[in-house]
């Protein structure tokens, strides 16, 4: 729990207080959402409550580090004067504070329990200096809504990194004074504070997908006609072969060894993130980026392979929420 800094000669008070805080504790984990807890490590202000969480294994995530200066509500995506595309497991908390408390004093407290635990921040910002579309885009994506969204005035952001060897641990603190907006799911009044915590842990995820073997790739082709290459993995809005990706392509080139004369497609596929032209290119380069490393690597005749792009128009799930969109990103073979 973050405490409130003590005024001096006030120290006696604070120890006789100190009953009273762990009690607070144990009735905010009370009161939270069923199945919400604190992102390892860190602690809360004091009272306060997580009404709404979203964990996810693997997902990605852009992280503001400048002013959001627009927002596409077609396609969901943030304008922003400089940002970090990032991806890993991902925690998402929305506190709720006791009425009394203001943003500035629950941002006061969080920004220097953060310093004290060892982050660094990367940009801050408070109220309109964030930029008019700051509520748009975290309405958009994790707990909130309307309650996050529309209530920017008394808004305080930051955005901090934590360095643990080849692991990283990115949070955007993102606090607002409630003023305007509904979510049926969080009960709030006007002026209490609201507290979206989201934390990023990057560089120490691996490849939880297991690749598709060479000899059921072969089954597919026949029962199916296409199959699904899990394992193919690339870098956020790239076209570059992430090196977990290995293993899937050793389990190709294997299929392709055993079957000399079998030509195959390697298609592409992206969600909806982006706009159309731009995921087009993306899901021609990411099908062509595999095909090249499969000559490269594996010496397969050229003329077997044959990559296109299908962007985001066959899509196996809903591009409305991280999941589905994150299905949607995959490579398929399919059989010339």
Same mark, same amino acid.
């Given at each position: 729990m973050?405490?409130h800094?003590?005024?001096?000669?006030?120290?006696?008070?604070?120890?006789a207080?100190? &009953?009273l805080?762990?009690f607070? /504790?144990?009735?905010?984990s !009370?009161?939270d959402r069923?199945?919400c807890?604190?992102?390892e490590?860190?602690?809360r202000?004091?009272?306060?409550?997580?009404?709404?969480?979203?964990?996810?294994?693997?997902?990605? %995530?852009?992280?503001?580090?400048?002013? =959001?200066?627009?927002?596409?509500?077609?396609?969901?995506?943030?304008?922003?004067?400089a940002? +970090?595309d990032?991806?890993g497991?991902?925690?998402?908390?929305?506190?709720?504070?006791?009425?009394? !408390?203001s943003?500035?004093e629950?941002?006061r407290?969080?920004?220097? %329990?953060?310093?004290?635990?060892?982050?660094r921040v *990367?940009?801050?910002?408070?109220?309109?200096?964030f930029? !008019?579309?700051?509520?748009?885009?975290?309405?958009?994506?994790?707990?909130g809504?309307?309650?996050?969204?529309?209530?920017?005035?008394?808004?305080? %952001? *930051?955005?901090?990194?934590k360095? #643990?060897?080849a692991?990283k641990?990115?949070?955007?603190?993102y606090?607002?004074?409630?003023?305007?907006?509904?979510?049926?799911?969080?009960?709030?009044?006007?002026?209490?504070?609201?507290?979206?915590?989201?934390? /990023? +842990?990057?560089?120490?995820?691996?490849?939880?997908?297991?690749?598709?073997?060479?000899?059921?790739i072969?089954?597919?082709? #026949?029962?199916?006609? +296409?199959v699904?290459?899990?394992? =193919?993995?690339?870098d956020?809005?790239?076209s +570059?072969?992430?090196?977990?990706s290995?293993?899937?392509?050793?389990? =190709?080139?294997?299929? *392709?060894?055993?079957?000399?004369?079998?030509?195959?497609?390697? /298609?592409g596929?992206?969600?909806?993130?982006?706009?159309?032209?731009?995921?087009?290119q993306?899901?021609q380069?990411? &099908?062509?980026?595999v095909?090249?490393?499969?000559?490269?690597?594996?010496? =397969?005749?050229? &003329?077997r392979?044959?990559?296109?792009? !299908?962007?985001?128009?066959a899509?196996i799930?809903?591009?409305?929420?991280?999941?589905?969109r994150?299905?949607n990103?995959?490579?398929?073979?399919?059989?010339q």
């Amino acid at each position: 729990m973050i405490s409130h800094r003590p005024k001096l000669g006030a120290i006696p008070a604070c120890l006789a207080a100190a &009953a009273l805080l762990v009690f607070a /504790v144990q009735q905010a984990s !009370a009161a939270d959402r069923a199945g919400c807890r604190d992102f390892e490590g860190m602690m809360r202000f004091q009272n306060s409550s997580i009404a709404l969480c979203d964990l996810r294994n693997f997902a990605e %995530y852009t992280l503001p580090t400048g002013r =959001i200066t627009g927002f596409d509500f077609h396609t969901n995506e943030a304008e922003m004067e400089a940002r +970090q595309d990032l991806e890993g497991r991902l925690t998402q908390l929305l506190y709720t504070v006791p009425k009394g !408390a203001s943003s500035a004093e629950v941002f006061r407290n969080y920004r220097d %329990y953060l310093a004290s635990a060892g982050y660094r921040v *990367l940009y801050e910002a408070k109220g309109p200096d964030f930029g !008019a579309a700051q509520g748009s885009f975290f309405e958009s994506r994790g707990p909130g809504g309307q309650i996050i969204g529309y209530s920017t005035d008394q808004s305080r %952001y *930051l955005a901090a990194v934590k360095d #643990d060897g080849a692991a990283k641990t990115y949070i955007a603190l993102y606090i607002v004074e409630y003023d305007d907006g509904y979510n049926p799911e969080v009960k709030v009044e006007k002026g209490q504070v609201v507290v979206r915590l989201d934390a /990023v +842990q990057t560089g120490e995820l691996k490849n939880g997908m297991v690749p598709v073997s060479a000899s059921e790739i072969a089954k597919r082709l #026949d029962t199916s006609g +296409q199959v699904i290459l899990s394992g =193919i993995l690339f870098d956020f809005n790239k076209s +570059q072969l992430k090196p977990d990706s290995r293993p899937a392509l050793d389990e =190709i080139a294997a299929f *392709l060894k055993k079957d000399p004369v079998r030509k195959v497609y390697l /298609v592409g596929h992206t969600d909806n993130v982006g706009g159309f032209d731009f995921n087009m290119q993306l899901s021609q380069a990411r &099908a062509d980026a595999v095909v090249a490393d499969l000559i490269s690597t594996y010496g =397969i005749n050229p &003329a077997r392979l044959k990559g296109y792009g !299908a962007g985001l128009l066959a899509p196996i799930a809903s591009n409305a929420t991280d999941d589905g969109r994150a299905k949607n990103r995959r490579v398929e073979l399919i059989p010339q």
